[in-house]
Nanobody
Framework: QVQLVESGGGLVQAGGSLRLSCAAS???????MGWFRQAPGKEREFVAAITWSGSITYSADSVKGRFTLSRDNARNTVYLQMNSLKPEDTAVYYC??????????????????WGQGTQVTVSA
């Protein structure tokens, strides 16, 4: 019954913006949720994570100052606002849920559930 559905990906020019959404359903043992991305020929990379309250967020150095995480617990949805996009941001973006522990939030194997991914393409 657990499901994560990403949306909001698309094609944009460098310097543009996109907002990704992750709608979650089901029961989770942890409320921390994360975003990862995977570009062609590369390993899955941590982007950002957010706690239940939304007061604590974690971001990779490559996206700090450009990407912002937020969540609407009433809608059980997490948002990733991406600004000042660069061609190197091109990747499939994945939403992940149910962190196994409070530490290691940058490691994909520490999350139990994953969405299907949404493609983000940034042209020069």
């Amino acid at each position: 019954q657990v499901q994560l559905v990403e949306s909001g990906g698309g094609l944009v020019q460098a310097g543009g913006s996109l907002r990704l959404s992750c709608a979650a359903s089901g029961r989770f043992s942890s409320y921390t949720m994360g975003w990862f991305r995977q570009a062609p020929g590369k390993e899955r990379e941590f982007v950002a994570a957010i706690t239940w309250s939304g007061s604590i967020t974690y971001s990779a150095d490559s996206v700090k100052g450009r990407f912002t995480l937020s969540r609407d617990n009433a809608r059980n949805t997490v948002y990733l606002q991406m600004n000042s996009l660069k061609p190197e941001d091109t990747a499939v973006y994945y939403c992940a849920a149910d962190l196994r522990s409070s530490s290691g939030y940058t490691t994909p194997t520490n999350y139990v559930y994953w969405g299907q991914g949404t493609q983000v393409t940034v042209s020069a």
